[in-house]
């Protein structure tokens, strides 16, 4: 699976949110072949080439052209979450419910 984090500048907030994703795919049991943090602006022409993106829910409504495209999106709350994260990940069909 291909993963995609892009928060507003990609650096900080993104690479949080990037362990929080990884540490929640490793609970489900989900195998992430290759994961990307950036800011927005990157991320916004790069997210169809990943399977699910994660950014925080103030961003969303910049990844509808992914999600046409079949890109699953998932906006988070808190970045330091697993469970946010892992919830994310069941929200989109990946990983058991």
């Not at 907030?13 to 489900?28: D, F, I, P, Q, Y």
């Not at 990157?42 to 997210?47: F, V």
């Not at 169809?48 to 709350?77: C, L, W």
């Amino acid at each position: 699976m291909k993963v995609l984090v892009s928060c507003a500048n990609g650096a900080g907030s993104s690479l949080m949110l990037k362990r929080s994703v990884e540490k929640a795919a490793k609970t489900l049991g989900i195998r992430i072949t290759n994961i990307h943090h950036c800011a927005i602006s990157e991320g916004k022409s790069s997210a169809s080439q990943y399977d699910i993106v994660f950014t925080p829910a103030n961003f969303v409504d910049m990844f509808k052209d992914a999600e046409k495209r079949g890109t699953k999106i998932v906006g988070i709350r808190n970045i330091l979450s697993d469970k946010e994260a892992a919830d994310g990940f069941i929200a989109a069909g990946y990983g058991v419910e």
